[in-house]
């Protein structure tokens, strides 16, 4: 049986969390302390490929210290050069983050394995009714003070939110964005091709870049089909049925969508009778699920059924900014025909798979 490890990545294999040592504050870490956490991350996953070469492997990662820097970057270079959509800072996150993963050749290379990655700009298919255009929810860009906030929303139109208060008790609030259901991913079989080649794609880069179907309007003997910008296709009626997809501003989930891919990969092989075991693995700053997490208690998961996993979700105690989402997502993952998942973190990867680390998820 053919083994497919899929690694989802999370904020901490790419930025790392930074304090100033004088003040205490935290510290938005630049591009060398990005790439420098990169590289420790893919030393880590050459160090593993290397020792299991008869797997396949496919990368995702998450973006959301990259898009809030984009974005911050866009709104004050906003007098002098247009402004970015959400949508295209995602796909700028996946582009840069691509080529710094990318280093992961040069980890293998040096270990004597030539093998390359390849990012995917990955587009992924949401619901245009998805409840979440109604109600944002996905934090995003800078802090700011509640004045700030509304003076922002005011002039720029974007929708603020209470975030938390900070060290001193005051409240930051943050722009928030639609974070809709991942429900199709366009470029599946080229990922697929990527990998029947040898290689390591990377894809759904920071949940992928959302993009809904657009419906056609008639009008005589044509349909429409407008997107953005006053972009408009348009096709004969009785020509056969054309799919448009139209980019729009929100921020996908990145391990819903990991998920989404390895379930999708695993029912294409399926589908052409082939045996594929997709393993989907995420990674995060956490080693695995704990009980009373942060309380004197707390206490580590090491092994989780679908049943126990489902128990425990039901009973509300994984926060939908962080734990919630992972969680979500193995259970889709489970659900869906997958047979094992994991919650770990790097450092601990081949502890994690010798059940002496992390959490390992099992369909039953
Ligand atoms: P990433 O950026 O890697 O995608 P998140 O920061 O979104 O990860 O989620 C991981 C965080 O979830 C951990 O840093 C931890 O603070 C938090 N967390 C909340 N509840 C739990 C729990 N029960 N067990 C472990 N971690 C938890
Ligand atoms: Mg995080």
Known sequence: MRKLYLFALGGN???????????????????PAQWRQAWKTCEKLAEFIVAHQENAYL???????????ILLRSEFAGDMIHKLPIDVCGA???GALGYMLAQLSNSLRVRGLDLKT???????????????????????????????????????????RYYKLND????????????PKPREIIEIDIIESCLNSGNIPIAVGGGG???????????????HYPCSYDITYQKPVDAPPAKVFCGVEGVIDKDLSSSLLATSLMERAQKRGEDLQVELVILTDVDGV??????????????????????????GIFPSGSMGPKIEAVIAFLESGGQKAYITNIQVLEQTFAGQAGTQFLSS
């Open 92 to 94: 700028d996150t996946q």
């Open 209 to 223: 870049i959302p993009v809904v179907e657009v419906e056609a309007q008639k009008e005589g003997n044509l349909e």
């Open 290 to 315: 704990k009980l009373n997490y942060q309380q004197p208690d707390q206490e580590d998961v090491r092994s989780l059924s679908l049943a126990e996993v489902k128990e425990l979700q039901q009973s």
């Open 168 to 179: 001193q008790g005051k409240e930051i609030w943050r722009r928030v964005v639609p974070s």
């Open 118 to 160: 390849a990012e995917i700009i990955t587009q992924v298919i949401v619901d245009h009714e998805d409840p979440a255009f109604q109600d944002p929810t996905k934090f995003i860009g800078p802090p700011m003070t509640c004045e700030e906030a509304a003076e922002y929303q005011k002039n720029l139109g974007y929708l603020c």
């Open 13 to 31: 294999e790419i930025s790392p969390v930074l304090t100033d040592p004088e003040t205490g504050k935290m510290v938005n870490p630049d591009l």
């Open 59 to 69: 990368l995702s990662h998450g973006n959301g210290p990259q898009i809030g820097n």
